[in-house]
């Protein structure tokens, strides 16, 4: 089931805590998107994501939950993708989280199902960067040297750009596609039209859209063309 996403090329992240009619929905499922991210930074839930997660089964393609909130983790998802902040001072959010979950749910978790990402935050402004307290001053350069820790030293198989609510740099982006060996670079930021679509593809492996399916759900259905042509 892991390997899964190594032919993912463009992913729709939605939101439990957004409200999605049920015609854009459909939509968004039936757009050839290669799968449906369910995550957010906050507003998360049990309930909202249950409900979500029921709403998007009805098709058939890969559903995937982003955890950012313990009391929110619902079965039944295909895999479940675990974000490690590495550009945080905290480290409640590198393991101290990921510790309290497996000391209370250890014997419950699907191993098989389980996959690691390297976040990489770099826009001050997006809420996830507040709330892990992200240091998001980062050069080209450190940005990569990051990928890398998560790539060559901690074997991830995912590292994820995060520029979230904004569209990020594209030569850092580049940079550090360059400096992965065996890890899949996500790009998640300010994807909001077709072309910025295409720019993002062709600098990741694969691509994050978001907040577009709320404001114009148009030109979000129109980045899966334009990535996957």
């Given at each position: ?12 992240k939605?939101?439990?805590d957004?409200e ?7 939509a968004?499922?039936m757009?050839g ?11 998360v ?7 979500l ?5 009805r ?10 909130d ?7 998802f295909?895999?479940y ?8 001072g ?10 309290e979950?497996i000391?209370?749910?250890g ?16 826009n ?17 350069s ?10 060559k030293l ?11 609510g ?5 030569e ?5 596609r360059r400096s ?12 909001t ?8 593809a ?7 859209v978001?907040n ?9 259905l129109?980045?899966?063309n334009?990535?996957?042509?």
């Open positions: 089931m892991k390997d899964l996403i190594q032919s993912w090329r463009h992913v729709f939605l939101d439990p957004k999605i009619a049920d015609d854009a929905l459909d968004v499922c757009s998107t290669d799968a449906i991210m369910v995550g957010g930074s906050t507003g839930t049990y309930e909202n994501t249950v409900d997660l029921s709403r998007v089964r098709y058939e393609l890969p559903c995937v939950q982003e955890v950012s313990l009391e929110a983790v619902v079965p039944g295909d895999l993708m675990i974000p490690m902040v590495l550009n945080t905290d480290p409640t959010w590198i393991l101290g989280r990921h510790h979950g000391e209370r749910y014997y419950m978790i699907p191993w098989e199902l389980v996959v690691a990402e390297g976040y990489i935050v770099l001050p402004d997006a809420a996830v960067a507040e709330l892990t307290g992200a240091n998001t001053a980062l050069d080209a450190s940005a990569a040297a990051y990928a890398q820790v998560a790539d901690m074997q991830l198989p995912v590292v994820y750009l995060e520029y979230s904004a569209f990020g740099d594209m850092t982006v580049r940079k550090v992965l060996d065996q890890a899949r670079l996500f790009y998640g930021g300010g994807i039209n077709a072309e910025r679509a295409a720019e993002a062709a600098c990741a492996d694969t691509i994050i978001g577009i399916v709320y404001d114009d759900l148009e030109q979000a129109a980045t899966v334009a990535v996957k042509g």
